[in-house]
C-alpha cells in the first residue's frame, strides 16, 4: 500500500496563492498510476480537483478549479503538488491527495485544511 502525505494547507486571502504537495512512499508505488487531488468542504460531498499521470504528466481538472490551479508532479521526489492561484473563499476545505490503481482511487492522505478569507 502507498502512504500519501499532504502538506502545505494554511490561511490565506481571496485572490492569493497556496501549493500544496503530496509525497508518497511504499514499496507498491509503482502499481499506481494516477494522483489526483479532492476536496470537501464543511457539509458538503468530497470533491474531484485534478490529477495528473505520473507518466506522462496528463492532467486533468474539475470545472470549478479550470484556469486557477494547476496540478504537476516530480518523479524523482515522488511528489505532486497542486498550485492554487486566485483562491476564492468558496475553495475553503480539506484538500486530500489520492493515488489511483485499476481506475479506483483506494489510496488516501490525512488531508490538509486551507482557508480563504474575503
Known amino acids: 500500500q502507498v502512504q500519501l502525505v499532504e502538506s502545505g494547507g494554511g490561511l490565506v486571502q481571496a485572490g492569493g496563492s497556496l501549493r500544496l504537495s503530496c509525497a508518497a512512499s511504499?514499496?507498491?508505488?509503482?502499481?499506481?498510476?494516477?494522483v489526483g487531488w479532492f476536496r470537501q468542504a464543511p457539509g458538503k460531498e468530497r470533491e474531484f480537483v485534478a490529477s495528473?499521470?505520473?507518466?506522462?504528466?496528463?492532467?486533468n481538472y474539475g470545472d470549478s478549479v479550470k484556469g486557477r490551479f494547476a496540478v504537476s508532479r516530480d518523479n524523482a521526489k515522488n511528489t505532486a503538488y497542486l498550485q492554487m492561484n486566485s483562491l476564492k473563499p468558496e475553495d475553503t476545505a480539506v484538500y486530500y491527495c489520492?493515488?489511483?490503481?485499476?481506475?479506483?482511487?483506494?489510496?488516501w492522505g490525512q488531508g490538509t485544511r486551507v482557508t480563504v478569507s474575503s
Open positions: 489520492a493515488a489511483r490503481r485499476q481506475f479506483l482511487w483506494n489510496a
Open positions: 511504499g514499496r507498491t508505488f509503482s502499481n499506481y498510476d494516477r
Open positions: 495528473i499521470t505520473w507518466s506522462g504528466g496528463s492532467t
